[in-house]
């Protein structure tokens, strides 16, 4: 849906980030364009990089907690060779190995180590809050401390190329185009460093595209330009239906629903996380789980 004037319907925006702004940035636009307080975001990408960010407007604020849940996919590029101190580009260089001799096998074996549910520990310089205090604003005022590592899924990590370059201090590198499919909360320049430090050279992130959250891919996202031009919302019904399952109720059990009543659920839902309700005319209802087959109400749209 597009619309130019009048109310700002309820539903997505499908951003493609620019570079250099950060996700609060793109928020702080998007309010001008829609013109509407209410938007935010599923989930944040660090200023550097690129891509799907999903923005909710109106009432599809209400949905953006459970999507930031879902899984994400990159394209990016590591840099073998060169520790900073932010895990990517955005920082300055802290070490530097000659990569030059670095094998495709030992790669391989380095990302495979990377692969599956790991323990990971995010970069110092992110938003994770240490004690309520952001990591960030610990690292930039010297303080010294530890990160927790924590359970993230890489369900896919690939290796497309490999280039021998030369850094600007004339380091010899390595870069490598990667792609890689995991779960929210990955840090995809922690990879970076990590592989970096497996590999004994050292390892950062200098570009970063995210391709896809959840159902939402590239192909319907738009730039700040674009929906600056033309405000495109996916409506809230369709952004529910493509990312949970979704159940139909029939004007009984939706007015039930609707007046607080936990309904039964068919067994074919339990153990599903969110299940996006609709009623008789295919409007979304609301957002439920399955507590001992009865349905739980996690947001209310009707």
């Not at 896809?212 to 192909?219: F, I």
């Not at 996916?234 to 159940?247: E, L, S, Y």
């Not at 969110?274 to 739980?296: D, N, R, T, W």
Request: proline share 4%; aromatic share 4%.
């Amino acid at each position: 849906m597009s619309t130019n004037a009048g109310k700002t319907p309820d539903g997505l925006v499908i951003v493609d980030k620019p570079s250099g702004f950060t996700s609060h940035d793109v928020v702080a636009k998007m309010r001008g364009i829609a013109r509407t307080r209410r938007v935010g975001h599923a989930g944040t990408l660090d200023p550097m990089a690129t891509g799907v960010l999903v923005l909710g407007v109106e009432k599809a604020t209400k949905l953006l907690g459970h999507l930031a849940l879902t899984e994400k996919e990159y394209l990016g590029t590591i840099r073998l060779g060169q520790n900073t101190l932010t895990d990517d580009a955005e920082g300055e260089t802290t070490s530097s190995a000659d990569a030059s001799g670095v094998t495709r096998e030992a790669v391989d074996a380095g990302v495979a180590k990377l692969t599956g549910e790991i323990m990971q520990v995010p970069s110092k310089v992110s938003a994770i809050k240490i004690k309520g205090v952001r990591s960030y604003k610990r690292a930039r005022d010297g303080e010294d401390f530890d990160i927790p590592a924590r359970p993230v899924t890489i369900s896919s990590f690939r290796v497309y190329d490999m280039r021998e370059a030369e850094a600007e201090d004339g380091t010899k590198v390595v870069d490598l185009v990667v792609s890689v499919v995991c779960s929210s909360g990955t840090y995809i320049r922690a990879l970076a460093r990590d592989l970096g430090a497996d590999l004994g050279t050292g390892g950062h992130l200098t570009a970063l595209r995210r391709t896809r959250v959840g159902p939402y891919k590239l192909d319907r996202a738009r730039t700040l330009d674009q929906l600056q031009e033309e405000l495109t919302v996916m409506p809230i019904g369709d952004a529910a239906a493509a990312a949970f399952p979704r159940w139909d109720l029939d004007a009984r059990r939706a007015s039930l629903l609707g007046n607080g009543v936990r309904i039964e659920m068919p067994e074919e839902y339990a153990d599903r996380g969110p299940i996006a309700v609709f009623g008789p005319q295919g409007q979304l209802l609301g957002l439920v789980e399955s507590k001992g087959g009865k349905a739980k109400s996690l947001a209310v749209f009707a």
